[in-house]
């Protein structure tokens, strides 16, 4: 059986179109590394999204919940703070709706952001990396059949991730900020637990420059729903065996935080570009 998203959604539709300060154009995930974005710049309206019939709540440390709306430059800006991830038990469904609401609320162009482990010789904690082309395998099957049985509005077969024209926005913006943008392929895992060094050597081999837990789904959905897509990754670590240094939560936060401001100059001047 179809489920049809707009009606199971219809109270939560219903209610963001209803507060909204203004028509949205560009939506932006905020991962870890502009987990605070959202107080640099002039948010309009900000909601919990405990407040929203049927959101699903992040339980992550350092992940709280918000959806904002703001301006900034030309841009008429919705922002998702708290991700939904599969590792906290949610399913696909739960984990697409912030991509979902982006459409609904009219946004042609999706920022992805997300904090990944560092396979390649060339990434080190602290990078930036424009993802080039991402690795959906592990999800392929139930974002498959999540796609095939939703009736959504729009439905583009081919994926065209990441769109050209904001890759060159952003690389752009990149040079004008003198900042270093790494490019890489980002390898989709589900979590819960951090990959195995024997799964990072086999992830390697798959052609893959960094690996993490979001954005690869993300990223197919919106394509799918017709938005223009590009995902940059934070890189907060080395990946499982890279290196001899045991990996922490507390270091990917640590790290992420450290980027924050170079990665908010990043997604300014890309916002002014794209
Ligand atoms: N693996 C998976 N997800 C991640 C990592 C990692 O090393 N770092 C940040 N998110």
């Known amino acids: 059986m179809k489920v049809d998203l707009n009606f199971k959604y219809s109270e939560l539709i219903h209610k963001l179109n209803r507060i909204k300060p203004f028509d949205c154009d560009t939506a932006i995930t905020l991962g870890s590394g502009l987990g605070d974005f959202a107080n640099s710049i002039d948010i309009k309206l900000s909601v919990d999204v405990k407040d929203l019939p049927?959101?699903?709540?992040?339980?992550?440390?350092?992940?709280?919940g918000k959806i904002h709306f703001a301006a900034y430059r030309q841009k008429k800006l919705v922002l998702f703070q708290g991700r939904i991830h599969f590792y906290e038990g949610y399913d696909i469904e739960k984990c697409l709706l912030p991509i979902f609401l982006a459409r609904k609320l009219n946004c042609k162009q999706l920022l992805l952001s997300n904090a990944a482990g560092g396979i390649s010789n060339h990434l080190a904690p602290g990078d930036l990396m424009l993802i080039s082309s991402l690795n959906a395998i592990g999800i392929k099957k139930e974002l498959t059949n999540f796609i095939g049985l939703s009736s959504i509005d729009q439905h583009n077969r081919f994926i065209d991730f990441p769109d050209k024209s904001m890759i060159a926005s952003i690389k752009s913006a990149a040079a004008e900020?003198?900042?270093?943008l790494k490019e890489g392929v980002y390898f989709f895992t589900k979590g819960p637990s951090y990959e195995t060094p024997a799964e990072i050597r086999m992830i390697k081999i798959s052609g893959a420059d960094a690996v993490g837990m979001s954005t690869a789904h993300?990223?197919?959905?919106?394509?799918?729903?017709?938005?223009?897509?590009?995902a940059i990754s934070c890189i907060t670590n080395y990946a499982a065996g890279i290196r001899q240094t045991k990996l922490s939560h507390s270091e990917v936060m640590e790290t992420a935080d450290s980027v924050k401001e170079k990665f908010e100059r990043l997604i300014k001047k890309s916002l002014e570009l794209i």
């Open 54 to 64: 049927g959101y699903p709540h992040s339980t992550i440390e350092g992940h709280s």
């Open 177 to 180: 900020e003198k900042i270093a």
């Open 218 to 230: 993300e990223a197919v959905f919106a394509s799918v729903l017709g938005m223009r897509v590009a």
